[in-house]
């Protein structure tokens, strides 16, 4: 069992991260060299991104939750996916909510806005997608929307899901920092909930080691 | 449980057609007026968007696949989600690229391409998000991308995700439908594949009935 990643981009870090809480042991493959993915690497995987985790009998499993869920029923213990029906189904929502509004926007900002991204306005297209400028402010907007949003969760919530961490403090974790790093659009200082939520889970072993 | 839909709205058409796949029944209430949600529903709500299913004492619980997994527990006959650890990755990693890229990208083109939602060009925003024309055109991008990938994947499968019928098929339906009537950006001609697993999945009772 391989996991392709590259370097400290965010979504492979939200695996890694997932493999650090559970403590498995696996293969991790670098796929990128500088600002690109191996030419080798984007031949052989026709999803061009990354994580990517390779079985051994070759069967390749792309998107990071679909790999996390993969991984979950090998290693149960502890749960990162909830406890039970409903805390599940809380812990699915949230975890999407991160990826399509909080990863979306991050994204946004930093494809349109850095330079070295020029002509890679979305990953893995092989034909050259303009940057828009336009959407740098947009994804600013969402992201402010999401970082309101989990303020608000996170009033009576210890974790972005509940009482427990799981995935989606994961994927918002990495949101944070992604944007944070790669866009200067991190957590602002009135979300005083997100920002308590964000030193807690950033001490944890595997974010901090 | 109260299932809370719009109209011919894309999301929740998720939850219906799952819903009907397995003859499960549940109240199903109408949240929207025309072209907007009703300020009731928006009040009580926190994600301002439909699908939401609401269970007996409360809970609420968003986003169309969050939804379906919920219900895939106490319903788990037929499986849509896989059948085994591999398959249930793949549907997994499916339905998540057809959301992520075929309906971003669909999405993409009907928010900023129609007149009537001038001021939304994101959904759930309560302060205006202005259309941006240069996404219409890269909306079309991702959606062609899409639909070469899912035509690639049906060329050795009968369903998106392998053998069997799956929410990775829902999700994908939903998007061909939603951008060809909404967007003008249905399946190209040429991707023969897909137009027929486009036609088999259409016949099903739970779609076409």
């Keep these: 069992m391989k996991l392709y990643t590259w370097g400290r981009a965010p979504n492979p870090r939200r695996v890694l991260i997932y493999v650090a809480e559970k403590d498995i042991e696996l293969e991790v493959v670098e796929a990128g060299e500088g600002a690109h993915l191996n030419d080798d690497y984007l031949a052989r995987y026709e999803g061009r991104m990354v994580p990517m985790l390779e079985l051994d009998d070759g069967t390749q499993i792309g998107e990071a939750m679909a ?11 502890p749960p ?8 599940r189904a809380r812990v699915d929502m949230w975890e999407r909510r991160a990826e399509t509004e909080g990863f979306a926007g991050a994204a946004e900002v930093f494809r349109n806005a850095t330079p070295a991204f020029a002509g890679r306005g979305l990953p893995a297209f092989e034909e050259p997608i303009e940057q828009i400028p336009a959407l740098v402010e947009r994804g600013r907007q969402r992201l402010a929307r999401f970082y309101r949003r989990i303020d608000r969760q996170l009033a ?16 918002a974790l990495c949101v944070v920092d992604f944007a944070t790093k790669a866009a200067k659009a991190g957590l602002p200082e009135d979300c005083a909930n997100a920002m308590r939520w964000h030193a807690e889970v950033s001490a944890r072993p595997s974010i901090a080691g």
Tied chains: 1, 2.
């Excluded at 869920?69 to 090998?74: G, H, I, K, N, V």
């Excluded at 990162?80 to 805390?87: E, P, T």
């Excluded at 009576?156 to 994927?171: E, K, L, M, Q, Y």
């Design 80 to 87: 990162l996916f909830g406890v039970n029906r409903v805390d």
């Design 156 to 171: 009576d919530n210890r974790f972005i899901a509940g009482p427990r961490f799981s995935v989606a403090d994961i994927t």
């Design 67 to 77: 790999i996390c869920r993969y991984l979950e029923e090998a290693y149960p213990a």
